[in-house]
């Protein structure tokens, strides 16, 4: 059955911490994305990428990156944590070309 | 640039009413659209996809028809239940001729049926 899997579920951490968010996926999909959502904005795509070594921006990039190092592994990387980036995380994939991606469980990041 | 804008906020029914939110998008080119339907504390799961040959497609008692010439995809279902309440999203498929593997979002409608 098509998956994909966030880690961790909940994350808190303090303002200027070191936060890495985990996507997998088992779906042999080609695209992966990564987006926060929050009251009144939506989905707002941060980054996504087409495959393995490839980093594509999205629509909100500040103060992230992301790596995918494999085929079903998309990381999103937050260096400087501020409380601004408190939001539902959530990782998608798709096999692209119009088609609708599958979106994980979502990561609650809480900053303080 | 291509856009996507849904009927704002919150829409509240009583439980048997007829169901319809509104999407409209614009796009250079002719796009998917999508609906998405999330509830509480899950993850968006995709409710339906338009076709390309004017089908209209249906799942748990909701349909929508894509016009291209009025660039609308409006959700409806005909007798709201309680299970309907949650966040729908329309999405469309379809940047640019390069890259469409970026959806565009809607910012999402809140429905709330009432007993």
């Known amino acids: 059955e098509a998956a994909v899997t966030q880690s961790p579920r909940n994350k808190v951490t303090v303002t200027g911490g070191n936060v890495t968010l985990s996507c997998r996926q088992t779906?042999?999909?080609?695209?992966m994305y990564w987006y926060r959502q929050d009251t009144g904005h939506g989905l707002r795509l941060i980054h996504y990428s087409y495959g393995a070594g490839n980093l594509q921006i999205g629509d909100v990039p500040d103060g992230y990156k992301a790596t995918r190092t494999t085929q079903e592994d998309f990381f999103l990387l937050l260096e400087l944590a501020s409380p601004s980036q408190t939001s539902l995380y959530f990782c998608?994939?798709?096999?692209?070309?119009?088609?609708?991606?599958?979106f994980g469980e979502g990561t609650r990041l809480s900053v303080l | 640039g291509d856009s996507v804008t849904q009927t704002e906020g919150l829409v509240t029914l009583t439980e048997g009413l007829p169901v319809m939110l509104n999407c409209t998008y614009q796009?250079?080119?002719?796009?998917?659209l999508f609906w998405y339907v999330q509830h509480l504390n899950e993850a968006p799961k995709l409710l339906l996809k338009s076709f390309t040959d004017n089908k209209r497609p249906e799942h748990q008692g909701f349909h929508a028809t894509l016009h291209k010439s009025s660039s609308s995809f409006h959700l409806q279902k005909s007798s709201a239940q309680l299970s309907d309440s949650a966040l729908y999203y329309c999405?469309?498929?379809?940047?640019?001729?390069?890259?469409?593997?970026?959806?565009?979002w809607g910012l999402g409608t809140s429905l709330v049926v009432n007993p």
């Open positions: 796009s250079t080119y002719s796009p998917f």
């Open positions: 779906n042999s999909h080609n695209y």
């Open positions: 999405a469309l498929s379809g940047v640019n001729v390069g890259d469409n593997s970026k959806l565009i």
């Open positions: 998608a994939s798709s096999p692209g070309q119009g088609r609708a991606p599958l």
